[in-house]
């Protein structure tokens, strides 16, 4: 198989004898026969139907890899692969693509499957948020006011830097 750096535009039809088949169950069969011919992973976008065609539930998917072997899938399979070719924008073929896609409130009209599913994507661990004074780095500790009448009002910009009076606050604890 060829490795290629752009990502290429697939159309997989569901054969005439499929289209009564739930979402879910076309979804699952195309994922299958996209790896079949070499797609090993991607995002697909459901189109229910198009207008004045014999195309039925088709998905387009974009992804990495090379396609190999439509012919014979066909005829293991009846699904239809058509290689749209190699994508120098995925932003504009998505968008095109989403114009006219299937939308249905409880069904993502992107999915991702193969080596780009959900479940494959490993996030780095998390910084840990450090609560520190951005003048002299110490770590900032929460403070309780204790003095006459009211507190005074703290400063009401977002992200204020500055000194604040400490007379009549102490130290709460208890960290963050």
Not at 36 to 64: A, T, Y
Not at 94 to 106: M, Q, T, V, W
Request: hydrophobic share 35%.
């Amino acid at each position: 198989m060829k490795k290629v750096k752009r990502s290429i535009h697939l159309i997989v039809s569901a054969p005439r004898g499929d289209w009564d088949l739930s979402y879910s169950k076309l979804r699952s069969r195309a994922y299958k026969v996209a790896k079949m011919v070499g797609l090993k992973g991607g995002c697909s976008v459901f189109h229910p139907w198009r207008d004045g065609g014999d195309l039925g539930p088709h998905f387009h998917m974009l992804g990495p890899g090379w396609i190999d072997h439509v012919r014979e899938i066909y005829r293991e399979t009846g699904w239809v692969v058509k290689n749209k070719g190699l994508r120098k924008n995925l932003g504009k073929t998505l968008r095109y693509e989403l114009g006219h896609a299937g939308i249905h409130k409880e069904i993502h009209t992107i999915t991702w499957f193969g080596d780009l599913a959900y479940c494959k994507f490993k996030a780095p661990p998390l910084e840990e948020d450090l609560h520190v004074c951005p003048l002299c780095g110490q770590e900032l500790v929460k403070l309780m006011w204790y003095g006459e009448l009211g507190a005074p009002e703290p400063p009401q910009e977002i992200g204020f830097e500055g000194y604040v009076d400490p007379n009549g606050w102490f130290e709460q604890g208890g960290g963050w």
